[in-house]
């Protein structure tokens, strides 16, 4: 049997919110005689700090044991009684908290039921504190070096703002040259957004080299990691001056992924051999810059949405460079497409230059536009039909249009960079069904990936604008800086607990830990291995115990006991 | 505790809540002022994957009448896929309950966001209707029928 402990309830009428439906009187009288209840008292606006200041002197002074407050849900005020008690010198778990407004009172119109719907509800929370255990806190030393795979847009960007902030980061880059797609697919157009994006990854690159916060490592790659978030054993594999591979421990705390997205030309989807009349929309790009070449060139047309059906990212690509042809080299451009999006910042003004400098847009429906490559020289014929010219739905032939043309301009399709998904594998992160990073909540958390101490920023969850991507590095940076500001991390003892006597290594709990937080370990005794729960990657949400077939693992705080205590009259 | 009156079945239903979704939908229904049915109780977990098929078998054992177990939306876990494991748990669970003569309706698995204040009530009053229409799992007279025969057998 536990020990009686000495309880004390504390009941909050919240300036009548609470009590004009529940009897307080009712309920002390009920309490008053139980001998292990040695205070209870109601009081008015429990959560004022003077009151407050009231509620510690009373717990000092009564030596009580565990505390049971009784008032508005603990979502709301939950914090403020768990720290006035920790002033009070007990243990927060001795802290029970009974929703009695917005469970109880606000939803219960009736008194006298209300009245035994509280009781019973104490009742169940009286039964639940005497299991309570007080949970300690621990502090470990961390690492404050944080790690940024990638040296594009976003791996810049977060790097600059986290030496910003005063943290030591390490940069790490594949290529032999910092900046990721400017060196491939970004170009000096007179373009004011293209332009300043350039610029600022000119200028980003500078600082970074400049930066002794800043340690920068190119032609170099993640080869494993071990550890814990705060704590993590990298070894990246790196070539030196003499072309000699060489391989390098470093301690990191925290990871950033940046390794950004590629594009991908699918010939197959367009039914075409490939031809050097057809070209993608970054091979565009570089054709612009050696005007020769467009000489020959009288119409071009582009044709859009059939690979992607979400053209709001590229649309200001695209619609850009069909600018820069009928300005500069006066040629006859046509779009092809199913939808225009504009949806996105500038996007309408520049379909409102297009239209008006003579760009032809032309709508297609479901069926696909058909490419006729004739012979090399000729010119290309596209055909499709035009739904608003045929006028009963049966004679489509009447729709029928062939736009001939010089180039055709195909779309791509945006992947996750080459070796994204080796990275994910040796990280233990979850991919997408199209192979990017995923969030661990779409909206909620972002940056998040399923492993604590590991972010993501940018393109590598899909395609994302320059404005997107900016308020990305600046919020990682952020949650890396909060992770690692000081030396060491403080944290609560309420994770997971493996009792290893029990444990017969069935390897469940490793399988189902979202978290990846459940980790082999060699025990001390030779030819020994145990499972063991790494405090700091755990978040303590108690899915390995209700998985664990020989109820191996318990959650401090949510012991079946406790559980079946509240559910139990 | 008698909150029963004679020929007049309130049924006992416990919810079992994520603390994240349904635990906060079940505040707004409060902050709304909405009225819940009698004789619910609410328990809350830090995820919905922490509920253990033999927490749903004793609360049927110890009196409640139904239970409810609510977790977060699709894919909005914030412990990933912890609403997927328990909803497998959950049909798991009615097998057995069927198996064993009880009907399966009276465990139920719902899907719920924390802004969902007025869908947590119309849940928990159709689960209300529906446990009345089943009536008590245990009637009292039933059980001292069966006890006393066990006592004469052996």
């Known amino acids: 049997m536990h020990k009686t402990k000495k309880i004390g309830i504390f009941l909050c009428s919240c ?7 529940v009897n307080y009187k009712k309920i002390i009288k009920h309490f008053n005689g139980l001998n292990e209840i040695s205070v209870i008292e109601k009081n008015d606006f429990m959560c004022k700090p003077k009151s407050l200041i009231k509620f510690k002197k009373k717990i000092k002074d009564t030596r009580l044991e565990s505390v049971i407050v009784a008032a508005c849900s603990p979502q709301l005020k939950g914090s403020v009684f768990r720290k006035a008690i920790e002033e009070a010198g007990i243990n927060y778990n001795m802290l029970s908290l009974v929703n009695l407004r917005e469970q109880c009172a606000m939803v219960h119109r009736e008194k006298n039921y209300a009245t035994a719907y509280a009781i019973d509800l104490i009742e169940s929370s ?43 980061t390490i940069l790490l880059e594949r290529e032999t040259s910092l900046g990721g797609s400017r060196n491939q697919s970004l170009r000096s157009t007179d373009n004011k957004m293209e332009f300043s994006l350039m610029d600022l990854i000119d200028k980003n690159i500078k600082k970074v080299n400049s930066n002794p916060l800043l340690q920068v490592f190119t032609q170099s790659e993640l080869i494993s990691l071990e550890g814990e978030p705060g704590n993590f054993k990298a070894v990246i594999k790196g070539k030196a001056k003499n072309k000699k591979t060489i391989r390098k421990n470093i301690n990191i705390g925290a990871i950033v992924l940046a390794t950004g997205c590629q594009n991908f030309f699918p010939v197959e989807k ?21 005007k020769e070449d467009l000489k020959s060139i009288n119409t071009v047309c582009f044709i859009n949405g059939i690979v992607n059906d979400d053209q709001r990212l590229k649309g200001d690509k695209l619609l850009l460079r069909a600018l820069e042809l009928i300005n500069k080299y006066q040629i006859q451009v046509y779009i092809l497409c199913k939808n225009v999006y504009v949806a996105e910042n500038g996007l309408e003004e520049l379909y409102q230059q297009a239209r008006e400098k003579g760009i032809v847009f032309l709508k297609y429906e479901d069926k696909k536009p058909e490419i006729l ?87 590598c969850r899909g395609l994302k604008n320059i404005n997107s991507t900016l308020d990305d590095c600046a919020m990682v940076s952020l949650e890396v800086h909060d992770l690692l500001k000081e030396k060491v991390i403080k944290y609560n003892l309420d994770r997971a607990v ?72 | ?22 635990y906060r939908a079940a505040d707004m229904a409060g902050t709304l002022k909405l009225s819940f049915p009698e004789s619910i109780k609410i328990i809350s977990f830090p995820c919905i ?29 914030k412990f990933l896929d912890g609403d997927g494991r328990t909803k497998k748990k959950i049909i798991y669970l009615k097998k057995i309950l069927s198996e064993i003569g009880i009907e399966d309706a009276r465990v139920e698995f719902h899907n719920i966001a924390p802004n969902m204040g007025t869908k947590f009530v119309e849940l928990v009053t159709e689960m209300n209707k529906k446990i009345k229409e089943l009536g008590p799992l245990f009637k009292k007279d039933n059980i001292s029928k069966e006890e006393s025969d066990f006592e004469k057998r052996y």
């Open chain 1, 498 to 569: 493996v009792d290893n006597d029990k444990c017969t290594l069935c390897l469940t709990c490793l399988r189902t830990c979202p978290h990846k937080a459940i980790q082999l370990e060699n025990d001390a005794e030779p030819n020994q291995i145990k499972i063991a729960v790494n405090p700091l990657a755990c978040e303590s949400c108690g899915i390995c115990v209700s998985c664990c077939p020989a109820s191996a693992i318990s959650l401090p705080g949510f012991e079946n006991e406790q559980v079946t205590s509240e559910i139990t009259d």
């Open chain 1, 270 to 290: 367009y039914g075409i051999e490939p031809s050097s009349q057809v070209i993608t929309l970054s091979e565009l790009g570089k054709l612009l810059n050696c």
């Open chain 1, 126 to 168: 009286i039964r639940r504190i005497k299991l309570n255990q007080p949970i300690l806190s621990k502090t470990t030393k961390v690492n404050q070096t944080t790690l940024i795979i990638g040296g594009g847009f976003s791996g810049l960007q977060t790097a600059i703002n986290l030496s910003n902030l005063g943290c030591k």
């Open chain 2, 1 to 22: 505790m008698d909150l029963k009156k004679k020929n007049d079945f309130i049924p006992k239903i416990i919810v079992l809540c994520c603390e994240n979704s349904a």
């Open chain 1, 15 to 21: 300036g009548d919110t609470i009590s004009q439906t």
């Open chain 2, 49 to 77: 994957g922490r509920v253990e098929e033999i927490h749903i078998l004793h609360a049927l054992e110890n009196g409640a009448d139904g239970v409810m177990v609510m977790g977060c939306l699709e894919d909005s876990c």
């Open chain 1, 373 to 459: 490559l004739g012979k090399e020289g000729k010119k290309i014929k596209v055909l499709f039909i035009d739904e608003l010219l045929v006028k009963d739905n049966v004679h489509y032939k009447e729709g029928e249009i062939i736009i001939p043309c010089d180039l055709l301009v195909l779309e791509e399709e945006i992947i996750p960079a080459s070796g994204a998904d080796k990275l994910s594998e040796m990280l233990q992160i979850n991919c997408d069904d199209e192979g990017f990073y995923q969030q661990r909540n779409i909206s909620l958390q972002p940056i998040f990936t399923n492993r604590k101490g590991i972010y993501t920023v940018g393109s």
